[in-house]
């Protein structure tokens, strides 16, 4: 499968300086073009979207707590097999969760921050074609997951500057509604990605 991330993460992050009685307010935007191929010919392809806001509270020197959401959408076309037909699956998600943060001010300049994440959501899954007399099909599913995100901040001006993910670690479990069909993965995400943001804290008085 090769990606190509078209945008990633537009994003508002509070992490250097993460003073006591200070607002967290942001999220992410993601948008990727997917392409899977076999031997140089194309079998598939389509596009991603994702939207994450976050909204914490830094109620200790360095701590933060808060929710985040997540809606996403994914839609694949792909051919049918000795067929000129073609084949649809999309996916829409939705997902909502609680999170902590750590951050560790490195010099003026840097800083490191995790977060661990416990969510839960759900989603659709709509297959279809355009085989004449085909009928479409629905399934949904709930997932359950917890992760954590290691990250690097780049301090420009009053907290003010770029952020940098470098991967993740996580266990999520997904369930077909109405079936016993259950699916648990455990991964490791460090390397295979970097995800860009501008970051900004906000002050109480």
Do not use: H
């Not at 997917?34 to 991603?48: C, D, I, L, Q």
């Not at 085909?134 to 780049?154: A, H, M, R, W, Y």
């Amino acid at each position: 499968m090769k990606k190509l991330l078209v945008v990633s993460a537009i994003a508002l992050f509070g992490a250097m300086n993460a003073q006591k009685n200070t607002i967290l307010v942001g999220g992410n935007i993601s948008l990727e073009s997917v392409k899977n191929k076999s031997n140089s010919t194309t079998t598939s392809e389509g596009n991603a979207f994702e939207f994450n806001p976050t909204i914490g509270y830094q109620f200790a020197d360095n701590w933060t707590a808060g929710v985040r959401l997540g809606v996403g959408t994914e839609k694949i076309t792909m051919p049918i097999t000795a067929t000129s037909y073609e084949a649809t699956k999309k996916t829409n998600t939705f997902t909502y969760g609680v999170f902590g943060r750590y951050t560790l001010p490195l010099n003026e300049t840097f800083a490191a921050f995790g977060d661990l994440d416990v969510y839960a959501g759900n989603g659709k899954l709509t297959y279809s074609s355009n085989v004449p007399g085909d009928v479409s099909s629905t399934s949904k599913t709930t997932n359950f997951g917890v992760k954590f995100t290691p990250n690097l901040f780049i301090n420009f001006k009053n907290s003010f500057g770029l952020n940098f993910n470098i991967g993740s670690l996580g266990y999520e479990t997904n369930k077909l509604k109405d079936s016993d069909i259950k699916t648990n993965s455990f991964g490791f995400g460090f390397g295979k990605g970097v995800t860009v943001g501008i970051s900004k804290n906000f002050g109480l008085k």
